[in-house]
């Protein structure tokens, strides 16, 4: 049983739609990252969460921790073919990662 | 720049045999981890290390051992393999916990006939 459920688990969506990915836990974390792993690669920070209620932006991408610190998610605004990856969210008490979305987006 | 070096990158066992995957780190991170990625299942940490000389259980960590004998290096191994172990393999390190960025190494493909 993981502690951090993502969904949706897949996602094909067309270049320039918008898409929303959830991060889900029964369990407080202090903070929460979110990563994204491309084929035959490790994954790669994109961004850490640390308060409750935090929004961060970077560019195209909106990350939101929830106000009690047990859940967040993540905005893609006009998705591009370079955004299809393995998007992942982990609570940094461990290094626990959650189940993961695979989005892929179609030129 | 290095960063996190995993070797080998590929192998195939066979049921009972025993192997090591050697994972190297040149950023003098305290924290190291292994992960295994099945498909569907994210990653699932089996081991980690808060620091040289030091090791503990994962999510996962039946079948498998660990060592960190010296900060740079963290091992794991396999004693007997089965089928089941066939996975993806990353290592990771980071320099404390929480909130540190965490590096990850290219992955091992291990394949258990």
């Known amino acids: 049983t993981q502690l951090l459920e993502q969904s949706p688990q897949f996602l094909s969506i067309q270049e320039g739609e918008n898409l929303t990915v959830y991060c889900n836990s029964s369990?407080?974390?202090?903070?929460l990252q979110w990563y994204r792993q491309e084929p035959g690669e490790g994954p790669v920070l994109l961004v850490t969460v640390v308060t409750g209620g935090e929004v961060k932006k970077l560019k195209r991408l909106t990350f939101q921790f929830g106000d009690a610190r047990k859940d967040s998610s993540l905005h893609i605004t006009a998705a591009q073919p370079g955004d299809t990856g393995l998007y992942l969210c982990a609570g940094t008490y461990k290094y626990i990662f959650g189940t993961g979305t695979r989005l892929k987006v179609l030129a | 720049n290095a960063g996190v070096t995993q070797t080998p990158k590929f192998r195939v066992l066979k049921t009972g045999q025993s192997m090591t995957l050697l994972c190297a780190q040149d950023?003098?991170?305290?924290?190291m981890y292994w992960y295994r990625q099945d498909p569907g299942m994210g990653l699932r940490l089996i081991h980690y290390s808060v620091g040289e000389g030091t090791t503990a259980k994962g999510e996962v960590p039946d079948g498998y051992n660990v060592s960190r004998l010296k900060k740079q290096n963290f091992l794991l191994g396999l004693e007997s393999a089965a089928p089941s172990q066939t996975s993806v393999y990353f290592c990771?390190?980071?320099?404390?916990?929480?909130?540190?960025?965490?590096?990850f190494g290219q992955g091992t493909r291990l394949t258990v006939v």
């Open positions: 369990s407080v974390f202090s903070s």
């Open positions: 950023m003098n991170h305290e924290y």
């Open positions: 990771a390190s980071s320099y404390a916990a929480p909130n540190t960025e965490a590096f």
